[in-house]
């Protein structure tokens, strides 16, 4: 069983910057492939970025590539998700996941967050 608590949610201007950070219990976290995703109002949760247990891969959606970051920190058992050039179409809940590989399916993902809320105004 893992236990994962996000953090570093919050109202931001266009164009602003947030870090998210994903805390987890188990002291097996270092073996976990650990993802975002988020859920806008109305929308679908979907898959945002990934990164592998090693942190020698790392998948991101085509929306974010090059304005997120995701990393991993296995000694803290966190990871984290730098946000920057943050758009109003970035507003969603923002939830972290633990699994076995990276995948943009929900289905793959064993483990989930209770999510914090990203608000980016315009």
């Known amino acids: 069983q893992v236990q994962l608590v996000e953090s570093g949610g919050g109202l931001v201007q266009a164009g602003g910057s947030l870090r998210l950070a994903c805390a987890a219990s188990a002291r097996t976290f270092g073996s976990y492939t650990t993802g975002w995703f988020r859920q806008a109002p109305g929308k679908e949760r979907e898959f945002v970025a990934a990164?592998?247990?090693?942190?020698?891969?790392?998948h991101y959606a085509n929306s974010v590539k090059g304005r997120f970051t995701i990393s991993r920190d296995n000694a803290k058992n966190t990871v984290y998700l730098q946000m920057n050039s943050l758009k109003p179409e970035d507003t969603a809940v923002y939830y972290c996941a633990v699994g076995p590989w990276i995948s943009p399916q929900e289905n793959r993902w064993d483990y989930w967050g209770q999510g914090t809320q990203v608000t980016v105004s315009s």
């Open positions: 990164i592998g247990w090693s942190a020698d891969s790392t």
